[in-house]
């Protein structure tokens, strides 16, 4: 696969270079889990192994890399407060792929436990075959829509990828919805046929388009779609997690309007779209409520790669009325006339960025810009290479200063409890710029406010979005999205798309 681009946020104490992580310890509580007719469901205290198999979810069979022999691999469930202790176990072999993996919780902050955020050389070594890792983590107040993949190269995109969801009990939008559990998770995932160990040089074009890990590519079988189950008269909260390697997906429901509720864990003030962009690792919960004629109903993904189509099925899966029969739908799609845009949407709880409401008043205001040099993504000129050991280790092996970190020109020190503002310039059009855009951005350990967000020349300080991962958008719309967040959270945490 493509080279991603990669940076360090090293976060430290005000008087001292060296990055504190302490490890929280279990508290006992069970979980509760919630009702669902689907089984591949695992609690937060569980065993996750990491398998070769075959499968053939397109129709087309090709060796993988799953967690619990799955694709995607299991929901992970949890409540709100609950501790998990997650045990990766590597029993790869197929040496035609990565045989090391990790595993990355996406959107949990780890806050105390920065170790466990499982970041191959920046907070973990990679896990060797038969061995094992041991996450032990609480989440604390944190609730909502998560996923867990590896952060080993492109690992990720030979399948290790799947949903985690914290459920809130006391969700202050459960007035919204009647159901809400394992079988409304949806997941969007590029496929590829090749493994990614044999993808160099991009661009790339996957060969489909997977929602619940089924879909069908072109010239390929029939085979079969994945089927989401309602009964007229119910509103369903529907998880949507873009599991997505490379492209970003427009997500739709043929005659269904969506009401956006919350955007990467953060509950936000309801606003009602028909149409819905879903970059990699960015999660939705959206609800949908079952008003229309019992039948079956096209649910689409379409990816902004090249020659992209819903004939015979591609794209797409189906959304299935209770008493509908067991067959294709036939309905069309659009028009489209409520988008989504991320400027209209707000948090529900606490809107507001941090630090003085202007552009560069922060306490710490960085300028970063993605440029693409001899096929490796960079950041301010420089491409992440792996370092020999962990960057969370070799801090705790006594480097006294960032800039003695490897690997060099990547780590960027943060001071603790100090606001920061990040811009990014789209470049894909500028000599040497970063092609293949949108992009989307993620910070590990944090969530940041979007003061300019993809598509606005302007800055919003008042309620602007709140997430962890966001799209950079366009040099051709002159796209500077600028981020603000406070350090409160000490340790190298990844920035990176």
């Not at 008269?233 to 390697?245: L, Q, W």
């Not at 028009?335 to 948090?347: G, R």
């Amino acid at each position: 696969m493509r080279t991603t681009a990669y940076l360090v946020l090293a976060l430290t104490l005000v008087y001292s270079s060296v990055v504190t992580s302490v490890v929280s310890e279990p508290s006992g509580q069970q979980h509760k889990r919630s009702s669902s007719s689907n089984h591949n469901v695992l609690g937060p205290v569980s065993e996750l192994d990491i398998v070769n198999k075959v499968i053939a979810p397109d129709g087309f069979p090709r060796s993988t890399v799953l967690a619990g022999g799955t694709f995607p691999g299991p929901l992970i469930a949890a409540h709100k407060g609950d501790d998990f202790r997650i045990n990766v176990v590597n029993h790869l072999h197929d040496t035609t792929m990565n045989t090391t993996t990790s595993v990355h919780w996406h959107g949990i902050y780890q806050r105390q436990s920065n170790w466990a955020d499982g970041t191959a050389f920046v907070t973990q070594c990679p896990i060797k075959p038969t061995r094992s890792f041991l996450h032990q983590f609480n989440a604390l107040n944190q609730t909502g829509t998560y996923w867990y993949h590896s952060h080993l190269s492109a690992q990720y995109c030979d399948g290790l990828r799947g949903p985690l969801v914290i459920y809130d009990p006391d969700d202050p939008h459960k007035h919204l919805y009647d159901v809400d559990d394992a079988n409304t998770v949806i997941t969007l995932a590029d496929w590829y046929h090749p493994p990614s160990t044999k993808m160099y040089r991009g661009p790339f074009t996957a060969n489909a388009t997977l929602i619940n890990g089924l879909g069908r590519y072109g010239g390929g079988p029939m085979s079969p779609l994945a089927v989401v189950n309602i009964e007229h008269g119910k509103r369903y909260r529907f998880r949507i997690v873009g599991a997505s390697c490379d492209p970003w997906f427009n997500f739709t429901i043929d005659g269904h309007p969506m009401t956006v509720i919350e955007t990467d864990g953060i509950e936000t003030v309801p606003i009602v779209v028909d149409s819905l962009p879903v970059f990699a690792g960015q999660r939705y919960s959206v609800v949908v409520t079952a008003n229309q004629t019992v039948g079956n109903y096209w649910i689409r993904a379409l990816s902004n790669h090249p020659n992209e189509t819903f004939a015979g099925g591609q794209s797409s899966a189906i959304l299935r009325y209770k008493g509908a029969p067991n067959q294709d739908p036939t309905t069309q799609h659009g028009p489209y006339v409520l988008p989504y845009n991320e400027n209209n949407i707000h948090p529900l709880v606490a809107p507001g960025a941090p630090g003085v409401p202007e552009p560069g008043k922060a306490d710490v205001n960085i300028n970063l810009v993605p440029g693409l040099v001899n096929g490796s993504y960079t950041i301010n000129g420089v491409p992440f290479v792996d370092p020999p050991m962990p960057v969370l280790l070799q801090i705790l092996s006594g480097t006294r200063h960032p800039s003695q970190l490897l690997p060099n020109g990547s780590v960027y020190e943060l001071p603790l409890g100090k606001v920061i503002e990040v811009s990014i310039p789209a470049t894909e059009l500028s000599p040497g710029g970063a092609l293949g855009g949108p992009h989307g951005v993620h910070l590990h350990g944090h969530a940041f406010d979007v003061v300019r967000g993809a598509g606005s020349s302007t800055f919003n300080f008042m309620n602007p979005v709140r997430r962890d991962t966001v799209s950079l958008g366009l040099q051709a719309n002159n796209d500077n999205v600028t981020i603000r967040f406070v350090t409160d959270n000490p340790g190298p945490w990844f920035f990176h798309w």
